[in-house]
Structure formats: structure tokens, C-alpha cells
């Protein structure tokens, strides 16, 4: 059977952070799902066609990685994608306690779909989409922490 991995998240935007989880777990998945998390309670930076089309971008030339949105459970998603893998990447410590309570909820929910943790490398613990997002509200550039096909002036981010 094939081994689906679905990684989940808001990716507003991706990051270096993000795109190094995902190609190292290339080795131990026959594919990953990247799936932006759709909430329209939340205002997001970037809307979410954007985000799609900022991964896409990332790993066109990697047939193994497919990228999708949702709405809903992540494992009713995962169930519905036919992954029985869920992908998470972890900083630090507050990272582990958030995650370890998501993926035990989400083992009760459905005790089928594995959660599997990959530890950021040491370059990209600081990195996260928050503070990329506010070094472009200031007018900075953010280019060393997006991946290097993605070109930030051409995106407009909303304000909030
Ligand atoms: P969320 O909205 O769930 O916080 P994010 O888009 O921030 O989603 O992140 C999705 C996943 O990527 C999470 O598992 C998160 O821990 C991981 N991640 C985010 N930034 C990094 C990074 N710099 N290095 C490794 N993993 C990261």
C-alpha cells in the first residue's frame, strides 16, 4: 500500500522551515500531501489561493508532493485522502507540548492515522511564519526565509 503522509498546517507562508520538513520526509513517504488548513474564522495573511500557489511553486519539479486545502478535522482529511500518515515538524519545547496534545487527540479520533515528527534542523528553529509575516509588514526582506523559487514582491499580503 501506498505510504500518504499528510502535512498539515497554514503556511501563511511557507518557509524554509517548512519546505526542508517536507523533502527530508520524502524519504519515507511514497507521497505528501501538503494541506492548508482553510478557516474562514481566522484572517490570514496571505489568502489561501496564494498560499496553494506559493507551495505549488516550491516543489513543482517533485511529483511526490501534492498540495490541497481543507476544512474540517485533519484526520477526517487524511481519512478522505487515503493518508494514514500525519507529518509535523517540531522547533522546540513548546512545539512538542502543543503537538503532543494535538496528535494524542487526533490518535483517540482515529487511532488508524500515525502522527510522525521530524526535528527541525538547527538553522530553522527560529524560523516560523509569524515573524516573516511581520518582517514584510515592516518593509523588510523576508527572502532568507522563504524558499529561494519563491519571490515575495510578487504577492500582496492583506493588513490587518
Ligand atoms: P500551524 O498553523 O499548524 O502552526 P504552520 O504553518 O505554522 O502550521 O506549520 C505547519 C507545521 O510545520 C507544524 O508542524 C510546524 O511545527 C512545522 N514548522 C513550522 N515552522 C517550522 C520550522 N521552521 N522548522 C520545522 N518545522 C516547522
Known sequence: MKKIAVFP?????I????????????????????????NALKK???PLAVRKEM????????????????EGLTVDYCKKS??????????TAADFEFERAIAQVNKAMASEIETVFLLTSPEHSPINSTI?????RSGGDASLFV????????YKGEED
Not at 516573516?132 to 514584510?136: C, E, L
Open 44 to 46: 490570514s495573511f496571505y
Open 55 to 70: 507551495i505549488k511553486k516550491v516543489f513543482q519539479n517533485e511529483p511526490r508532493v501534492r498540495v490541497d486545502h481543507y
Open 9 to 13: 498546517g497554514s503556511f501563511d507562508p
Open 132 to 136: 516573516v509575516r511581520d518582517i514584510i
Open 15 to 38: 518557509t524554509i522551515g517548512h519546505e526542508a520538513i517536507v523533502r527530508r520526509a520524502l524519504s519515507l513517504f511514497d507521497e505528501i500531501i501538503v494541506a492548508v488548513g482553510a
Open 82 to 91: 487515503s493518508a494514514s500518515y500525519l507529518l509535523r515538524g517540531l522547533r
Open 147 to 154: 524558499p529561494t523559487s519563491i519571490d515575495l514582491n510578487e
